[in-house]
């Protein structure tokens, strides 16, 4: 009788020991997640990347406005400004000239 048990046991349950060894390249996963969750889930995760590619952008946007503002200012003052402004304002062209540079160069590395 115990011998019956044993059987009609061992061929409802799996020994996860036996099939995967030493070696296993296997991954076991548990999700409760519902085909409805699972929709809904996706759905957010896109709305929230489209946000933050929204966001991103705009922030990248109104940095390159300031920074072109700031650009022009400098090289009208440098054009046309006295010795001292041209003095300050070749230093802030010389600085953002090389941040783009350095952004540029850093760029091609990812």
Known sequence: MNGISDE??????????????????????????TPEDATARRAREMAEAELKRKMTYSLFCFALLVVSVVFGGCVYLFAVGTVEDKKWAAGIISAIASGLIGFLVGQGRK
């Open 8 to 33: 009609k046991r061992s061929d409802s349950q799996i020994n996860l020991g036996q099939i995967v060894g030493n070696d296993h390249k296997y991954e076991l996963s548990v999700s409760n997640e």
